[in-house]
């Protein structure tokens, strides 16, 4: 049933296209695979982790066991859709009140070479005090983001930096860290807690 909700965000997957030939070292898969893998549940998402806080701190899944995770890939100099979506999680973890305590947002960089834990560490308190921060190696990184079947590339800018485009859905995570379906970008706030309330509240999960 979560998976339904996400029919909203194919129209914005259309618009990578045409960067996609800027790339300079691709990806494996394309962004039209990797979505259709997560639109029609082909693969199984998410799995184990293990990378570094904002704090210095290393983290892997399993300290987040008996928490729902909701998981999401961004990048800090992103200029609009990362930190609408950050948003919009705090936001839905303040509509959840004290039952917030179980669930656990965390944002993974796909932008690791720039967003290292110190500036981390001033990016995720701008959206929520309980917003966990990661980052890693590019291997590392480009390791859970293929887990989560998340597309990311680096598009070189014509000053010589660069951006990177992404696929930005927050994932939803079981307490045992089993993958529950995801919410497109643009999701609202009382949407996420309409899904994730019941969740709590239900025995076992
Ligand atoms: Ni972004």
């Not at 921060?133 to 079947?149: H, I, N, P, Q």
């Not at 995801?182 to 309330?197: H, K, L």
Request: charged content about 20%; proline content about 9%; some cysteine.
């Amino acid at each position: 049933m979560l998976r339904a909700i996400a029919y909203a965000g194919v129209g914005l997957w259309l618009t990578l296209a045409p960067v996609l030939a800027a790339e300079p070292a691709p990806p494996t898969r394309s962004a039209a695979e990797i979505m259709d893998i997560l639109m029609w549940n082909r693969e199984p998402v998410g799995g184990p982790f293990a990378l570094t806080d904002q704090a210095g701190h290393a983290r892997t899944n399993e300290d987040f066991r008996g928490k729902l995770m909701l998981v999401y890939f961004g990048f800090t100099t992103c200029p609009d859709v990362c930190p609408t979506d950050l948003q919009a999680i705090g936001l839905a973890l303040d509509k959840l009140g004290p039952d917030a305590g179980n669930v656990q947002p965390i944002f993974i960089t796909v932008d690791p070479e720039r967003d290292t834990a110190e500036h981390l560490a001033e990016y995720v308190p701008l959206f929520h005090p309980r917003l966990i921060g990661l980052t890693g190696s590019a291997a590392e990184v480009r390791k859970v983001a293929d887990a989560y079947k998340v597309y990311y590339a680096k598009v070189p800018l014509k000053d010589g930096d660069y951006s990177v485009d992404h696929t930005a859905y927050i994932y939803l995570m079981d307490r045992d860290g089993n993958y529950l379906g995801f919410f497109p970008p643009g999701t609202s706030a009382e949407r996420m807690v309409e899904i994730i309330r019941p969740r709590l509240t239900a025995p076992g999960r």
